[in-house]
Each structure stands twice: as C-alpha cells, then as structure tokens.
C-alpha cells in the first residue's frame, strides 16, 4: 500500500522509463549541440543596466565636483579671491558687445555670456549643479539634464580659464565623458535602452584614455624604462590617502613588477576594449572593460587624485553589458513606463530613425575631431601632448599622466610668529 503513493509521486518529479532515459539522452544532446551553436551566433545585448551604472557614476562625479566648486570657487576665483575673473570676464562681453554673444559663446561655452558672472552667480551655478546631480544620481536619466550639467560645468571651466585652478586634465576628460552621456539617454524616455555607436565613442574614450597615459610613460622619464618609477611615486605624486604607505612601503623588487603591469594593461590589454562582442568575443571585451576599471580603482585607493580615477572607471564600463551585473540588475536599472510599452508602432519608427540620424552625425563628428588627437598618439606632428584640447567644445582630447615622476615633493610650510623668533607651524 505504501509503495502505489510513492511510485505516482516519482512519476509526478519525473521519473522515467528506460525509454524515456533514452529520449531523454538524445534530447540532453540535441541542446547541447544547441547551445554551443547558439554561441557562436551574434546575439542582441542589452546593456540597460550599464547604461544606469554609466549615468549614476557620472552624477556622483558631477556632484563632487560642484561641491568642489562651491566649497573653493569665491576663494580661487572670487572678488576677493587670488585669482579675480569675473572683471576681466566682463571686460572681454563689453568689447564684443551683446550682439556677439553667440559668438563668444561659441569661442569659450559658458552661460556668462548672456548672464552677469559675479560671486553669487558662480555659487548659484554650483548649487543648481549639485542639484542636478543628485537627479541623475537617483534615476533621472534624461539627455536634457545631462546636457544642463555639461553646461554648467563648462561654465565653471571657462570662467576658470587662463588660472592655475581649471587646467588640470580632468576638467576635459569631465566635459568629454559628460557630452557623451548626453547621448546615452533620450530627452522624454528615461529607461530608453542605449545605442551601440555611442557605447563604442566610451569605449573609444578609455582607449584614448589609457594608451595616451602610457606612451606618455614610455617617452617620458627613463624611470618607466628602468622600473623604479613606483619606487617614490606613492610619496611624491599623489595627496597621500590612509592607504598609500602600503604601496610605498613594499619591496622594490613587487614595485618593479607594479611598472610592468601598469605598461602592460595601458598599451596592451586596453586593446581588448575594441574587440566587437560577437559570439565568444564579448567575453575578451568583458575582460578588457574589467581589467581598466580594476586598475583604475587600485589607483584610486593607493593615492588621492581627485576624482581622476574614479571617472576614468565610467567609460570603461560600457563594455560590460548587463548580464554582467545580474546580482544587481532589479535594483540598478529603471522599469520601463507604461507609455514606452504601449509605443505606436509609427512612433517607435519614427523614434528609431532619428536616433540612427543622431547618431552617425555624432559618431562622423567624433571620428573627424578624433584625427588630430591620434596624430598626436603617434607623433607625426611633434612631440605626444600631455591633456591637450583641440577644439573650444573640448569634445575630443588627448590625455596622459606621470610622463614624469618627481623624486622629491616640495610642500609650502605656513607658519606663524609673536616674536619673530621663533615660527608655529599652522
């Protein structure tokens, strides 16, 4: 009696017969026949979830640097600041008069030339740009306000312009990443998928990113070449962070070998980051975008260098697509709307046709800026330039960084005295 209950439950869990176990055998084989078939089959990706990724990690960069801004700009900057611009700002509208606003507009991108940059204005320019920010941040991921961010930052450079304080590099490499994400949206649909040609201009830009930084090494000092670079970098280069004696202190030999790998991941494995994903492909793209991120984040905690690093992580991730972040992927990426998925079949193509449009006018403008800036990769006009624009848009530059590494780190010492005697260091 108990045995009937028993054999119909192995029946219901799917116990077979011999001749099923047979049937079941060829089909096992069929799908595994299947399945590697289908890999080597280009696929659709979808990377949704990396384009959430992309946009929040650049609101969080955009914020810390109008924090920045708010936290520096009147004592940099300011009225009474070292470096006074917004007189020498107004003096250069006044001589090209208002009607030729565009004009300067189009030499230097700001929104001073319509507005009055003084204190308050370069403050309300970094609140509203932190404001903007947090948007972003939480999901807002409209082109519209990425374009208002792109602005506003810009702003903030130009007015800095011809200072010591907004001539850095990453202030370029900020507005390049910037103008990019301006593309990976739509105006109206925020959950709208990324385009692949834009995706490929990211991926682009870290290549441009890491392989500059590491020719600038090679054809800079002779430490690179020699491998003792690493030796003082950690105490002279960066603002020392909680972690950075751990780096210093290690042995020369483990140092030599840190020279190696950074040669070797930025003008070797960068390349990875071009390969097309097809098929088994997109797991060597996946390794490369990994590989640059990786390295980009042991950088990141063995000194401070601002939010250099931590951007430099953004373009990388578009060659992850969004099988990549499955753990995370209910939690990241936004649902699409109700009003996307009731699309009009008119509308999607109509939709469709002009993000196409956009696209190759942006991917044919991006490609003729891009000339001067490999020119420059491969010295056929000179010497490599080190963070260099070549344009007032600054869409596409050249970057590099430690071409040299300082043995010594000079730091200015403020001290006070009562007595002229004997000085207090503050």
Known sequence: FPLIPTMELRQRRGAVTPRQGKDGEEGKGQDEKAKVKEAFQPRVQSFLVTKSVILRLLGLIYAVAFKVAYDQNLALLGSAGL???????????????????????IAAPSIFWFVSLNDDSMQLVAVVGMALSLALICGFFSSLLCAALWLLYFSIVTSGEGTAWYAYGWESQLLETGFLAIFLSSPVHLSTPPSLPVLWLFRWLCFRISTGAGLIKVRGSSCWTDRTCLWYHFETQPNPSPLSFLWHFLPRHMLSRGVDLDIFVQLYAVWLVLIPGFG???????????????????????????????????????????????????????????????????????????????????????????????????????RQMMNASFGAFRLVNTYGAFGNVGKERYEAIVSVSHDKRRGHEL
């Open 280 to 382: 088994p492909l997109k797991y060597l793209r996946r390794l490369g975008g990994l590989i640059q991120a990786l390295f980009m984040f042991n950088i990141a905690i063995s000194g401070n260098l601002s939010f250099l690093n931590h951007m430099t992580i953004i373009p990388a991730l578009a060659c992850l697509d969004d099988a990549c972040w499955t753990p995370w992927r209910s939690r990241v990426a936004p649902k699409p709307g109700a009003d996307e998925q009731r699309k009009a079949p008119t509308g999607a193509m109509l939709a469709k046709g002009t993000r196409w449009i956009v696209d190759l006018a942006l991917v044919g403008t991006i490609a003729y800026l891009s000339m001067p800036v490999v020119k420059n990769l491969l010295q056929l006009e000179g």
């Open 83 to 105: 470096t006074p611009v917004a007189e020498r700002f107004e003096l250069r509208k006044q001589q090209m008069g208002s009607s030729r606003a565009v004009e300067g507009f």
